[in-house]
């Protein structure tokens, strides 16, 4: 039973590209949940999302920044013109939804050179 | 709003000994969540427990141990008779859909 995987492990962008972090859920899991980590900080909240939804989106940057989880497929989050200040370890986390416990992805390490 | 402390940055000891690790969670919610989470310099996050604001009974499981009091809003952590794979972050977090994190402890088990 496969856990929540994220691609790529480790991503580098320069200045101005485009970085796209997929998350394929639990087996069962329909909703999807994003977070940041800072060089050594705790996680932030970016987005909640469910099937095709997105629930809350409180947490993500105003511009640059979109999450998807479509009806097929894993949940995008998409990073236009990425700046230094992008380079960070992005979570992917999923669940069964209520108050069921969060299962986090090994993270991908986004570096913006 | 809501807001997790963990007031202890970095914590070393010595292998064998008891560590604990504080954690206060704030929150307006009558009801919540609290969860630990463990990272391991490999980075990946590995979940320890959750545990409901109803439920203030301690629960222990192999050397670790938690115990929380919703009256002064601390969920602590303890790790008895400590070992080397036990150097990481630990992250207390709380929260129901939406998780708040604390900025973590870094234990150090020096052997």
């Known amino acids: 039973n496969a856990g929540v995987m994220q691609n790529p492990r480790h991503l580098v962008r320069r200045r101005g590209q485009e970085a796209r972090l997929r998350c394929s859920p639990m087996?069962?899991?329909?909703?999807v949940y994003w977070y940041r980590q800072l060089p050594e900080e705790g996680l932030k909240f970016m987005v909640y999302?469910?099937?095709?939804?997105?629930?809350?989106e409180s947490g993500m940057p105003k511009e640059r920044f979109s999450a998807e989880f479509p009806k097929e497929g894993p949940s995008i989050l998409r990073i236009q013109q990425v700046v230094r200040g992008d380079s960070a370890a992005y979570f992917c986390?999923?669940?069964?939804?209520?108050?069921?416990?969060?299962?986090f992805g090994n993270g991908t390490r986004l570096t913006v050179t | 709003a809501q807001k997790v402390t963990q007031a202890q940055t970095e914590i070393s000891v010595v292998e064998k000994e008891d560590v604990t690790l504080d954690c206060v969670y704030e929150?307006?919610?009558?009801?919540?969540?609290l969860f630990w989470y463990k990272q391991p310099p490999s980075g990946e996050l590995v979940f320890l427990i959750r545990?409901?604001?109803?439920?203030?009974q301690n629960e222990i499981s192999g050397r670790y141990s938690w115990n929380f009091q919703k009256s002064t809003s601390s969920f602590n952590f303890t790790i008895t008779a400590s070992q080397v794979v036990d150097s990481a972050v630990y992250f207390c977090?709380?929260?129901?859909?939406?998780?708040?994190f604390g900025k973590g402890n870094q234990v150090v088990v020096i052997p």
């Open positions: 545990r409901n604001s109803f439920d203030e």
């Open positions: 986390a999923s669940s069964t939804g209520g108050n069921s416990p969060l299962h």
């Open positions: 087996k069962g899991h329909s909703h």
């Open positions: 999302l469910q099937k095709e939804n997105i629930i809350d």
């Open positions: 929150t307006r919610d009558t009801t919540y969540y």
């Open positions: 977090a709380g929260g129901n859909n939406r998780l708040a």
